[in-house]
């Protein structure tokens, strides 16, 4: 089992800046994938950024340029700038091996507001 622990949610006005981190502990050999979704109330949850194990990144297309994954060993994290209110949502942090489970945070509030 793998067990994500999320941190760094808040309250900030647009146009501001939020820092989230996540932590893999447990059986986490071969994690390849981590990353952020987010899910907004009354909307589907949606991928936000992917980083894999060598580098390579993937973001949705309204936080291109303005947010930015990054990882270290074990720990992911989105650095998320020039905030908007439509960015208001539940994140939820992502890890998986490439086959076999999913896993998942149990999410972090970030609400922005105008």
């Known amino acids: 089992q793998v067990q994500l622990v999320e941190s760094g949610g808040g309250l900030v006005q647009a146009g501001g800046s939020l820092r989230l981190s996540c932590t893999a502990s447990g059986i986490i050999f071969r994690i390849n994938v981590m990353g952020w979704f987010r899910q907004a109330p009354g909307k589907q949850r949606e991928l936000v950024a992917t980083i894999a194990v060598g580098g390579t990144t993937n973001y949705k297309d309204s936080v291109k340029g303005r947010f930015t994954a990054s990882r270290d060993k074990n720990t992911v994290y989105l650095q998320m700038n020039s905030l908007k209110t439509e960015d208001t949502a539940v994140y939820y942090c992502?890890?998986?091996?490439?086959?076999?489970?999913?896993?998942w945070g149990q999410g972090t509030q970030v609400t922005v507001s105008s």
């Open positions: 992502y890890a998986d091996r490439g086959w076999g489970p999913s896993y």
